[in-house]
């Protein structure tokens, strides 16, 4: 009987519950141009429907930059030497801020895919792989053609980088 049952739950898992590929090649659409490739970029890291979600995207003629928020790191040092009935003080701050966030160079992109997940109905996911077929970032989308939009758009600004 618990052999049934490992037998069971290695099929289970064996046949997942992610994703399925839908598209090998994702190609810039005919008749976008650069505006529209940026909106749909725009659009399609804006509406993310998971955590990884950034506050704002930028894109330039040479990478797309997505930032997660500005952190500061500071150090401070004070000392005070008392007068009378008073005091001197004397101290320094250092404060060093910076964008936290992730960009992706144009140049360095690689495959773009499509897939969509096996279980939720309507969902689907944008890989951006570098070109040595890494990981860059996974971007989930409402529907198949938001997809095919957000995926043409970023292989049009590949192919049009400056």
């Keep these: ?3 049934l049952w490992m037998i069971a739950l290695a099929a289970v898992v064996l046949a997942g519950c ?14 976008m141009d650069r505006q529209h490739a940026i909106a749909a970029v725009e659009q399609g890291f804006y509406e993310d429907w998971n955590n990884d979600r950034p ?20 150090s401070s040092f004070a000392s005070a030497v008392p007068i009378g009935t008073g005091a001197i003080a ?16 144009l ?9 969509e997940h096996k279980v939720k ?18 971007v989930n989308m409402r529907s198949l053609a938001l997809a095919q939009q957000f995926a043409g758009a ?4 590949k192919a049009h980088r400056a």
């Design 121 to 138: 109905k309507n969902r689907f996911v944008v890989i951006i792989r570098s070109a040595d077929g890494s990981e860059l970032r996974k």
């Design 18 to 31: 992610g994703h399925r590929q839908l598209e090998s090649v994702v190609t810039a659409p005919p008749g």
């Design 154 to 157: 970023i292989a049009y600004l």
């Design 107 to 115: 140049s360095s992109l690689g495959e773009i895919s499509i897939y």
């Design 1 to 3: 009987m618990k052999r």
């Design 55 to 74: 506050q704002s995207v930028v894109v330039t003629d040479h990478y797309i930059l997505l930032s997660d928020g500005v952190v500061s790191d500071g």
């Design 90 to 105: 004397a101290g320094n701050s250092r404060v060093i801020t910076r964008e936290m966030g992730q960009r992706i160079y």
